[in-house]
């Protein structure tokens, strides 16, 4: 009986190898493995969603491909991991993945208390509510009493409280952590208010069965900086996340694009752009990477630009406060030199 | 085995198992540390004091969103007690009549019965309760064309919503009179068992007890000013203020529950009274007892003993059942324990946290269990 | 007196549905209630139904009259394999058989010996090889696998490798040296004590905590894990009950005829005690098949969730979610009554033993 035992243990032992990996740091890991694993939405359209051919679109997405492009040089060799909002930090903590790109607020407690760290802001977003037009409500005045859809775990909720306790308002919340089941809810009617970033709101109203029925209200109760996120103590990968996202603005700003690039990159005599795409310095080498980096970046998803008319142009909302500086927007990215 | 000494190999496989399970503690926890180090999460219970800032549907006792983290999850275990005594008590109630039902001579209801016991025996109950929820969500309309009863009571998507009668300290009183009633009773019938023990006569029953019971209460409430005012709810903006109502998740958790512990307590119930030899109801046929004290002196108190202990083993079940309100958005310990967890990143101390709870729930029923059994086993020759 | 063995049809009713004035007013309750519902649920579920791989468009039409189980059909793929890769789909849908056929092959008198471990593990393998690949079959990674073969996987796998654990425990809890006995019952009564739940939490949290910087494991043998130590504890406190009921005497002839502990566990009490704890086990086995479901909560592909996802991600099938939630309560339902009527066999069978 204890030579099948161990024979059993043997074999199980042996079925059990693959599933475990040893691994250096992040970069290294990520190296070996020959794959960036991205932590991504369960569906939410304009940030990441997957299509009928399961391909993950969505500028959250497409900012995992820009990174495994600076650490691998290709943009396909991402593995989207889809969390909802209460898995998300556990993912990142336990190492399931090496970045989180899913629409995350970037707050002092997340930076400090979760494990984790920012790397930047890739959205300037604000939280918002939607009601059904028949309800009557156009201003968030209006929403005292009312039955609120939100997601447990988030700012979204903290952010609810806050605002309505300020006003001197009570709601009663209903709280779901998957996206689809409270999608599901908020159109059955289950709540009178969903409540999230107004991006998110957009991206949701174009699941409805009749969106004209919504409304999006005008009032934005938050600040929501959402960015990528990656583990504590990570300096190499938070460099490259960091600029990475730099980068994308930077050529947005000198106007290459994924069209002209290696028109640029061939012929521009402009120092900044040089240095950007590689051409004079060492700016790649330096974080480890290759010095066309960005080069591969802007070929493979487009500048910051052509990223945010790509996705999230279709949820209807403009540039405004994701504009870049010179037109007046926040976007301001430390120079590549 | 080189060592011949049986006991000294005892203590040694003792030693090695120590070594081992200890070695393995030490291991687990050095990594522990280390990852929460180079982590930046901090190891402790510091942040139960801290201002929790998330609201909680359903709430037992007074909580709002400055209150602390421990404030909140002790609203969630009241949650989860509040349902799993309800369904224990419901479960119950539906289990026994079930297995009564199984046992009956009436062909369609033994059938029915048993018909109902092995469906629901063999679904997961996330499952069932999924398909609650969605039926109450789906199915029931919406709040402003919601189902009424009169005036009293308001069927929607929104909950169960019914009259109530105002807060007024009348009632109160009513309440701690019911309990003083209740107790009362209590010790009057263990009174007047020992009166019968020892000296055969019967003391009276029914008028007394309902004295305690019904008596006691309407006093009080006269007394206290009798109050009767009725809260009826009304249609205010978004939904109907005044009553009370049972949310859908809770009542999604307290169906989805009950009946599925009920098939496995009707089994139970079933077991116990087949357990009851045939002998004994033949032998209290002849003795010439009524029906109603055939089964209140000699099947019962019999087939409680086989009931009992299978039967708190299902109690415990629903109470650890009732974790999966997570699922459908029942702010129960688990799903007030999840959404800290996820706030503050204090994964390890919401966890141990929660198995310790669930633990000490678990050692009381056995602890019950044992007591009772302890009480009415049987003493052999 | 009643005489249950009435030949007449009437007589029967009389006997069985109408013998006191309370009886026969139930009946006439049951029946009235039956003649108003199985109509509307017989017309809801089947006639006025939808079947077939029909569109969405049918199902709208008959909205609420009829079920959809068109969904069903249209949607079997993803419900049954998750998002396995499609052409590879086959493979998943063998391991299925193969799992199933060992529960099958486990329930047949004629194998249990020795080499039934043998075919566990075969079985096992097998399973392992196809799901994930390599030797000749393209690799599929573990986040992939989905749908029923998950299911099964993690219910034969959790039994397989919880048993000899389950087993070391209970002889661990009756063992004389006090330091056993106390690691076993400790780990048996708060392993019994929490919910499943809980420990699945533990294990998609916190074993990643436990583990040295770098070390990563997949999501589905972390709950695999979970799983098999949640069953072992339980299956600790099944095989004990058989090892009670095993006469004093065993041990004592064993002990007389001079063997070893180990050698009277193995071949005198264990065969005995494992004998008469399978009624209990194959209940154990019945309530983890469902418990299985409960990993929808962490997010791994198993049968519910994919039944789940299959409907919430496509807008126009998203309303059918509760013909979905059905088809897969069939699903389960078959499964589990199958062997709680196996189990209900099995106990009359060993009971004919004693019976006198």
């Not at chain 2, 203020?241 to 859908?248: A, H, L, M, Y």
């Not at chain 3, 010996?113 to 000749?136: H, Q």
């Not at chain 3, 056993?180 to 294990?203: C, D, H, K, N, Q």
């Not at chain 3, 990643?208 to 069953?231: D, K, N, T």
Request: charged content about 15%; overall charge positive; aromatic content about 10%.
């Amino acid at each position: 009986m204890f030579r099948t035992l161990a024979k059993t243990l043997a074999l199980a032992a042996a079925l059990v190898a693959p599933a475990v990996a040893l691994a250096g740091p992040t970069v290294d890991a990520i190296k070996q493995r020959g794959a960036l694993r991205c932590g991504v939405n369960t569906g939410l359209l304009g940030f990441s969603a997957p299509d009928s051919a399961g391909r993950w679109n969505g500028i959250d997405a497409d900012f995992c491909r820009a990174v495994a492009t600076a650490i691998l040089g290709d943009p396909n060799k991402v593995q989207y991991v889809p969390t909802n909002a209460q898995t998300r930090f556990t993912a990142l903590q336990s190492g399931e993945i090496d970045l989180l790109s899913r629409n995350t607020t970037w707050t002092s407690s997340r930076d400090a208390t979760l494990g984790s760290v920012f790397a930047g802001t890739l959205f300037y977003d604000g939280q918002g509510f939607m009601v059904k037009k028949s309800s009557g409500v156009t201003k968030a005045a209006d929403l005292n009493g009312a039955t609120v859809c939100v997601q447990p775990g988030t700012t979204t909720e903290l952010n609810l409280t806050d605002y309505f306790r300020s006003k001197k308002m009570t709601f009663k919340p209903v709280v779901i952590a998957e996206l689809n089941q409270i999608e599901q809810a908020f159109f059955a009617g289950r709540c009178d208010v969903y409540t999230t970033d107004i991006s998110g709101l957009a991206a949701t109203r174009l699941k409805a069965p009749k969106q004209d029925d919504y409304l999006i209200l005008p009032e934005a109760i938050s600040k929501e900086p959402l960015g990528p996120m990656i583990r504590r103590g990570d300096w190499e990968l938070l460099t490259i996340v960091k600029w990475t996202l730099f980068g994308l603005l930077e050529a947005e700003e000198y106007g290459i694009t994924a069209a002209n690039v290696d028109k640029m990159r061939a012929e521009s005599k402009d120092p900044p752009v040089q240095r950007l795409l590689g051409t004079t310095g060492d700016a790649g080498k330096g974080m480890g990477i290759d010095n066309d980096w960005l080069v591969k970046i802007v070929k493979a998803v487009g500048n910051y630009g052509e990223m945010y008319s790509r996705n999230i142009g279709p949820l209807g909302i403009q540039r405004g406060v994701n504009a870049q500086w010179r037109d007046g927007g926040l976007m301001y990215a430390p120079p590549i030199r | 085995m080189l060592i011949k000494s049986e006991r000294a190999r005892g203590v040694l496989y003792q030693a090695l198992l120590l070594i081992a399970v200890g070695g393995i503690v030490w291991y687990l926890l050095s990594n522990t540390l280390h990852n929460l180090a180079s982590r930046g999460i901090q190891v402790g219970f510091a942040f139960l004091g801290r201002e929790a800032g998330f609201e909680i549907a359903e709430k037992l006792i007074e909580y709002d969103a400055t209150r602390s983290y421990a404030h909140a999850l002790a609203v969630g275990l009241l949650n989860t007690l509040h349902v799993a005594l309800l369904g224990i008590v419901i479960a119950t109630v539906l289990g026994t009549l079930l297995g009564v039902a199984r046992l009956s001579n009436n062909w369609l209801l033994a059938r029915i019965a048993g018909a109902y016991v092995e469906f629901m025996r063999n679904i997961p109950l996330l499952l069932q309760l999924l398909v609650w929820y969605g039926m109450f969500t789906e199915l029931l309309p919406g709040v402003r064309q919601a189902i009424k009863l009169g005036d009293w009571v308001f069927i929607s998507q929104r909950g169960f919503r019914f009259a109530w009668p105002e807060a007024h300290p009348g009632w109160t009183a009513a309440l701690w009179a019911l309990a003083a009633g209740l107790a009362l009773s209590l010790v009057w019938r263990a009174i007047a068992r020992r009166r019968q023990a020892a000296t055969g006569a019967q003391w009276p029953m029914a008028l007394p007890l309902a004295g305690f019971i019904i008596g006691l209460p309407v006093v009080a409430w006269a007394l206290s000013g009798a109050p009767t005012a009725i809260e009826t709810p009304v249609l205010r903006g978004f939904d109907y203020q005044g009553g009370k109502v049972i949310s859908p998740e809770f009542a999604a958790l307290l169906l989805g529950l009950s009946t599925y512990t009920a098939a496995f307590i009707a089994e139970v119930v079933r077991a116990g009274i087949l357990a009851v030899h045939r002998g004994q109801t033949e032998a209290a046929m002849a003795l010439g007892l009524s029906p109603n004290q055939r089964l209140r002196l000699v099947t019962l108190p019999q087939a409680l003993r086989v009931i009992i202990p299978p039967m708190t083993s299902q109690y415990l079940n629903l109470t650890k059942n009732s974790s999966l309100a997570v699922a459908i958005g029942y702010p129960d310990l688990v799903a007030i324990a999840n959404t800290t967890m996820n706030q503050t990143g204090q994964a390890i101390e919401a966890i141990s946290m929660l198995m310790a709870v669930y633990l000490s729930i678990s050692i009381a029923i056995s602890v019950f269990m044992n007591w009772y059994n302890a009480r009415v086993r049987l003493v052999e020759r | 007196m009643r005489d249950a063995r009435a030949v007449s049809p009437l007589g029967w009713m009389r006997v069985n549905l109408f013998s006191t004035p309370l009886n026969s007013a139930l009946t006439l309750v049951i029946l009235a209630a039956l003649a108003w519902l199985v109509p509307k649920a017989g017309g809801w579920l089947v006639w006025d139904a939808v079947w077939g791989p029909k569109p969405a468009s049918a199902c709208d039409a008959v909205r609420g009259e009829g079920a959809c189980w068109a969904v069903v059909w249209n949607k079997i793929r993803f419900m049954l394999f998750g998002v396995y890769p499609f052409e590879e789909q086959w493979r998943a849908a063998v391991a299925a058989v193969v799992l199933t056929a060992l529960l099958v092959v486990s329930a047949l008198r004629f194998f249990w010996r020795k080499r039934l471990i043998a075919i566990w593990v075969v079985g096992i393998a097998l399973a392992f090889w196809l799901m994930g690949g390599g030797l000749g079959l393209t690799p599929v990674p573990a986040e992939r696998w989905g749908g029923l073969s998950v299911t099964l996987i993690l219910a034969i796998f959790g039994i397989g490798f919880a048993f000899p654990l389950g087993v070391l425990l209970a002889l661990g809890r009756r063992s004389r040296l006090p330091v056993i006995r106390a690691v076993s019952v400790l780990y048996i009564e708060i392993v019994r004590g929490v919910p499943l739940i809980t420990v699945l939490f533990m294990a998609s949290i916190m074993f990643a905590l436990f583990m040295p910087e770098g070390l990563r494991i997949e999501q589905l043998l972390r709950a695999q894990v979970a799983i098999i130590l949640f069953i072992a504890a339980y299956l600790a406190e099944a095989v004990r009950g058989g090892l009670q009921a095993v006469p004093r005497g065993q041990y004592e002839a064993a002990e007389a005829l001079g063997l070893s502990y180990w050698r009277t566990m193995g071949f005198i009490v264990l065969p005995q005690a494992l004998k008469i704890s399978i009624p209990p086990i194959v209940n154990i086995f019945i309530s983890v098949f469902k418990d299985t479901s409960l990993v929808v909560i962490i997010g791994i592909y198993d049968f519910a969730y994919a039944v789940k996802k299959s409907v919430e991600t496509d807008i126009s099938w998203k309303k059918y979610f509760i013909e979905a939630f059905l088809f897969s309560i069939v699903v389960y339902w078959i499964y589990c009554f199958a062997m709680s009527r196996y189990s209900q066999w099995l106990e009359r069978e060993f009971a004919r033993g004693e019976r006198r």
